[in-house]
Nanobody
Framework: QVQLVESGGGLAQPGESLRLSCVAS????????MGWYRQAPGKQRELVAD???????RYADPVKGRFTISRDNAKNTVYIEMNTLKPEDTAVYYC?????????????WGQGTQVTVSS
């Protein structure tokens, strides 16, 4: 069984920064991709950024140039540094990982962490 534990969410003022972390645990053989999605009230969940095991990344257009995703493969951890936060970044942020437990890859979700950007 896989557990994804997120941390780092909270309240920030516009222009400030937050760093989110997500740690995957379990009897993990390998992790192909880890990423962040977000969902604002009344909106669909959308990709923020993701990163594959070799380091390749992709970002949603609204966060390009402001957010940076990274991972520590030895710690099974993914981070996202969110700079120059805007009120429109307010959402629940969810960690996602594509993980092989020894019988093929499957997708897993974290519980979500609230990010609120307001003055």
């Amino acid at each position: 069984q896989v557990q994804l534990v997120e941390s780092g969410g909270g309240l920030a003022q516009p222009g400030e920064s937050l760093r989110l972390s997500c740690v995957a645990s379990g009897n993990i053989f390998s992790i192909y991709a880890m990423g962040w999605y977000r969902q604002a009230p009344g909106k669909q969940r959308e990709l923020v950024a993701d990163i594959i095991d070799s380091g390749g990344t992709r970002y949603a257009d609204p966060v390009k140039g402001r957010f940076t995703i990274s991972r520590d493969n030895a710690k099974n951890t993914v981070y996202i540094e969110m700079n120059t936060l805007k009120p429109e970044d307010t959402a629940v942020y969810y960690c996602h990982a594509t993980i092989d437990l020894g019988m093929g890859y499957h997708g897993y979700w974290g519980q979500g962490t609230q990010v609120t950007v307001s003055s």
